[in-house]
């Protein structure tokens, strides 16, 4: 089946670093990518919808220049946490839409990233 | 807008007992799509099933069985003879074809406890 592949699953770096998130479509093109945060015991939040070839879409209240994306191809998507600080610490997820599903294609998850900011 | 609301914060039963999660869903349009999907403590999301606005037959698999009335805006689960295995949490999900992307809205999450 459709697999969508996050890397790296953990990352635990100094308060100031940026740390860029990987989100693959393995046998698949995604036009559109998602990225969700979740807190300790919360629900996904969703940051932004990451469109190829075009600029990604934010939610209310995501600071974009704080959470790049960059979605080159049809296959991966970005999101660079710039000069990241402990608050920023979570579990990101990302999602990709297959282009060529049936339209209640469900979304196919990856596996997640930790992040951890010292 | 869009929301989904599901009540139950956390849910402790014993093993081999039935439990039904509630979600209730709001949204103007006509045409949506409703997920449930399973986060096991190692944190990976696990699709359970989607259902569009226009299907409002209920569906069984195995345990699992899913209850979709269009008239109380519900999508409820049920999981009969519960096991330690489906401790997790379960969230409701919304998706609109009308959002460009098609843009999922989960709900709060339902934290399941199965003893032994």
């Known amino acids: 089946g459709a697999v969508v592949s996050q890397h790296p699953s953990w990352v635990i770096c100094k308060s100031g670093t940026s740390v860029k998130i990987e989100c693959r479509s393995l046998?698949?093109?995604?036009?559109?990518m998602f990225w969700y945060r979740q807190f300790p015991k919360q629900s996904l939040m969703l940051m932004a919808t990451s469109n190829e070839g075009s600029k990604a879409t934010y939610e209310q209240g995501v600071e974009k220049d704080k959470f790049l994306i960059n979605h080159a191809s049809l296959t991966l998507s970005t999101l660079t946490v710039t000069s990241a600080h402990p608050e920023d610490s979570s579990f990101y997820i990302c999602s990709a839409r297959d282009l060529w599903g049936a339209e209640n294609q469900p979304q196919h998850f990856g596996d997640g990233t930790r992040l951890s900011i010292l | 807008a869009q929301k989904v609301t599901q009540a139950q914060t956390e849910i402790s039963v014993v093993e081999k007992e039935d439990v039904t999660l509630d979600c209730v869903y709001e949204?103007?349009?006509?045409?949506?799509?409703l997920f449930w999907y399973k986060q096991p403590p190692s944190g990976e999301l696990v699709f359970l099933i989607r259902?569009?606005?226009?299907?409002?037959q209920n569906e069984i698999s195995g345990r699992y069985s899913w209850n979709f009335q269009k008239s109380t805006s519900s999508f409820n689960f049920t999981i009969t003879a519960s096991q330690v295995v489906d401790s997790a949490v379960y969230f409701c999900?919304?998706?609109?074809?009308?959002?460009?992307?098609?843009?999922?809205?989960f709900g709060a999450g339902t934290r399941l406890f199965v003893k032994a």
């Open positions: 046998d698949f093109q995604a036009t559109t």
């Open positions: 999900a919304l998706s609109d074809p009308n959002t460009g992307g098609f843009k999922t809205i």
């Open positions: 949204t103007r349009d006509t045409t949506y799509y």
């Open positions: 259902r569009n606005s226009f299907d409002e």
